[in-house]
């Protein structure tokens, strides 16, 4: 377990309006340039001037990110994708989105620190892809996310073999940029579900170390939701309806996958909680138990209902990366769009927190300020 004792960076508020989260990106603008060149012609019994204004050029521009507000921490960012992978005992970061730019970079959590890593090869920007371990191939498993037109022919399907990324392109399945992806760690592999084109249903896939194979189970979800494995049942637990991926709805349930076919679970204790504002919005599996979080409150999974565990870090966010350290036995969350910080688009956050019963500030993060009882 890393030690909490830590004193933690001080850093500016992500709620102070004079914070630089509220400044807007800075882009480097290159105007062209006019240069104005005099020239004066004597001759005898003659005399002109001439002005020559030349036109130069704009130089080539590319998009410019951000740098760093700490060398050691990774750039704000939100819809990137983490998960912890056993081989290398660290929390893998990639993606996700900062200011409109789809970040490529890779960064490991040794359970007290991060460390950018510099593989050879890498997926492209990506907004929202899913990670996950294999058991199978020793490998975590990166596919769908949004990369943009520019690089839409790249494979949707990448390998992370502890040292570089590895790219799929005979996976044989074009991965969605909205899924849901999962340990299933009973039947040691990974499980991919995702909406089936023209169809109000969901496809179930599952990874063999190189390919997706389409499982045909006799019952399914009519939609995909949120997915984390339930170690108490030793079935993977999928959270579905509307409110798992929109803002102002209401209802849902609670599905569990035994490895052959889906099966709806519990009864009104089991429904999805929201207040229609404050919607589900990461499922994770922790060592108590599938952990979901809203934009407020975070609820964890006892057999058959959803227990309150209290509020999320704060701030109050959306689109946060979460994984499970089994070996330390805590969630790790980095960033999200932070829903109390000013200015839009909404501010991404760069603090990470970790939680083992009760959530704890680490890099990045403000400690919450003592409540002095009167």
Same mark, same amino acid.
């Given at each position: 377990m890393p030690d909490r004792g830590d004193a933690p960076r001080e850093r500016a508020s992500p709620r102070d309006p004079r914070s630089w989260r509220d400044e807007p990106?800075?882009?480097?603008?290159?105007?062209?340039?006019?240069i104005l060149v005099p020239a004066l012609a004597i001759a005898v019994g003659a005399a002109s001037s001439v002005l020559i204004a030349h036109l130069a050029p704009p130089p080539a521009r590319t998009p410019l990110l951000p740098t760093q507000t700490e060398p050691n921490l990774p750039l704000p960012r939100s819809s990137a994708a983490m998960a912890y992978d056993p081989a290398t005992r660290t929390t893998l970061l990639f993606g996700g989105d900062y200011a409109g730019h789809r970040l490529d970079d890779t960064w490991s959590w040794s359970g007290s620190?991060?460390?950018?890593?510099?593989?050879?090869?890498?997926?492209?920007?990506?907004?929202?892809?899913q990670m996950a371990y294999d058991p199978r191939s020793e490998a975590v498993v990166l596919i769908g996310g949004s990369a943009g037109s520019a690089t839409s022919s790249a494979p949707s399907t990448w390998t992370w073999d502890g040292s570089t990324w590895r790219p799929e392109p005979g996976s044989?399945?074009?991965? @969605?940029?909205?899924?849901? +992806? /999962?340990? #299933?760690? %009973?039947? $040691?592999?990974?499980?991919? &579900?995702?909406?089936?084109?023209? !169809?109000?249903?969901?496809?179930t896939w599952v990874w063999s170390g190189r390919h997706w194979s389409l499982l045909?189970?006799?019952?399914?979800? @009519?939609?995909?939701?949120? +997915? /984390?494995? #339930?170690? %108490?049942? $030793?079935?993977?637990?999928? &959270?579905?309806?509307?409110?798992? !991926?929109?803002?102002?709805?209401?209802?849902?349930?609670?599905?569990?996958?035994?490895?052959?076919?889906?099966s709806p679970v519990g009864g009104p204790a089991a429904a999805v909680p929201t207040d229609g504002e404050h919607r589900p919005d990461v499922l994770a599996p922790s060592a108590d138990g599938p952990l979901l979080l809203t934009s407020s409150d975070m609820y964890l999974w006892d057999a058959d209902r959803w227990v309150n565990q209290g509020l999320t870090p704060d701030p109050r966010r959306i689109a946060e990366a979460v994984a499970?350290?089994?070996?330390?036995?805590e969630v790790v969350l980095f960033g999200g769009n932070c829903l109390t910080c000013l200015g839009l688009p909404l501010v991404e956050l760069d603090d990470t927190w970790?939680?083992?019963?009760?959530?704890?500030?680490?890099a990045g993060a403000i400690p919450p300020t003592p409540v002095i009882a009167t």
């Open positions: 990106p800075r882009r480097e603008i290159r105007w062209r340039q006019v620190r991060w460390t950018q890593l510099h593989p050879p090869a890498s997926p492209p920007g990506l907004t929202a892809p044989g399945l074009q991965g @969605p940029v909205d899924a849901a +992806l /999962a340990t #299933d760690a %009973a039947a $040691g592999q990974v499980i991919l &579900v995702s909406a089936e084109s023209g !169809t109000r249903g969901i496809g045909h189970p006799p019952t399914s979800p @009519p939609q995909a939701g949120l +997915l /984390a494995y #339930d170690e %108490a049942s $030793g079935r993977l637990l999928m &959270v579905t309806g509307p409110d798992a !991926t929109s803002l102002g709805s209401s209802g849902g349930d609670v599905w569990s996958w035994d490895g052959t076919t889906w499970y350290d089994a070996a330390a036995q970790t939680w083992d019963g009760r959530w704890a500030p680490r």
